[in-house]
């Protein structure tokens, strides 16, 4: 496939499109900021007229595209002005998906996030493990992205061929970042993250499920490691963060507090990359 891939030079970014080319896809990255070359255009994604032509066709670059895969946005509050957070990246999703639709591309693969399903949970969720049914946000880097879910979910229906999904990524460990789990035995460790992690290979590998998998509609998924990233069993972690919420029946004590089901039962894909194979508290 020929992929337009956003955000190419962030963390994420760099590991999907790595991954995409070893499998033996055409990807061009467009970002804010890269590496000048064959496989990179510079493009402001707030500009619609840069989002709409890059779309369509960018010399020596590219005259067709068969999928976008969007993962551009500013990651976190604080960066910015948390205004400046909402407005570029609800700004960004909405040029790339309606430059999409009227360039006629019909698969797109999103990042979505934890935070627009209750981060940092300050506010109990109302079960656990936490899933796609549970939708909430206390931040503008949140609102942004249930904002953008809830307009994929009324673009899929201008086109009965359009395939948008959204990966609900919860916090994403790139390589050298495991030290932090020096801490897991902390219980205030990763709380906020209701303890979940994803290494960013595998935030890649999702990225690759869900082009394979892509079908007309638009569904959210959650992407998040099988695994707790808190060295306490987590029965023991539901109870002490949010006594009185139901929890699971089964819920073992490594099990993760949000689940990525969604994903293994509909997209095939889960998590193989753990934190104790990278670190030994
Ligand atoms: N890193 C995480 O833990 C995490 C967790 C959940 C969701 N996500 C989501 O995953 C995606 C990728 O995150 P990341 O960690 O790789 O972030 P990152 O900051 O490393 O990369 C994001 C890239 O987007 C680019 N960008 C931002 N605004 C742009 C614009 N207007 N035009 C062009 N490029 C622009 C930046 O220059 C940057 O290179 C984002 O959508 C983020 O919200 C990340």
Redesign the pocket.
Known sequence: MRILL????????RATGDRLQDLGHEVLG????GTAGAGFTR????DYGQVLDTMLGVTARHSGLDAVV???????NGIVPDVTTFH??V??TFNVAFAAHRAGIRTLV??????AMGFPFEVAPPALPVDEDYTAAFTT?GLG?VVEEAMFGQLVGWDPELSITAL?????VGEGEWGTFARAGDPDYRRDLLGSYVDVRDGAEAVVAALTHARPGFEAYVIAAPDSGVDIPSPELAARWFPGVPVASGLGDRDPLVSSAKAARELGWTATRLWRDHYSV
């Open positions: 956003t955000g190419s030079s962030g963390k994420l970014g467009v970002d804010l900021h493009v402001d994604l707030q969007h993962l551009a946005a500013i990651p976190v570029n990246n700004t960004a999103v990042a979505s996030s934890i935070t880097y992205k609900r990524y919860t916090n994403v």
